[in-house]
């Protein structure tokens, strides 16, 4: 065996090794990802309404704590997906940007 193969071999042995010590934590950010991208599919829905929704009226749709419907809402904000509108007392009407690429579709 070239030493060339040898070192392949050796480091996918090691990838091997390294993959099944940090089997848990791959598995819970796995987890955490597939809950967030879950989270932000509803919260997406529920601003896609022609009049747009509040952070506590999201939060009672989907069953997420209003903290963290804030939280999400101000970075879906950051990236330019969803935009403020009229105030509903102490909230923001929060509503989904529709980009270009959405219209032609």
């Keep these: ?3 060339i193969d040898q070192a392949k071999q050796e480091k996918k042995e090691a990838m091997k090794q390294l993959r099944h010590e940090r089997k848990e934590s791959i598995q819970r950010a796995a987890a955490m990802v597939k809950t967030q991208k879950k989270n932000l599919k509803s919260l997406r829905e529920e601003v896609a309404a022609d009049d747009g929704a509040t952070a506590p009226e999201i939060a009672q749709a989907t069953g997420l704590d ?5 939280w999400y809402l101000a970075t879906l904000k950051q ?3 969803v935009v403020e509108g009229a105030k509903d007392g102490g909230y923001f009407k929060y509503k ?6 959405d219209e032609a579709a």
């Design 1 to 3: 065996m070239s030493d």
């Design 66 to 70: 209003v903290d963290q419907v804030i």
């Design 79 to 81: 990236y330019g997906e």
């Design 96 to 101: 989904l940007v529709v980009k270009e690429t």
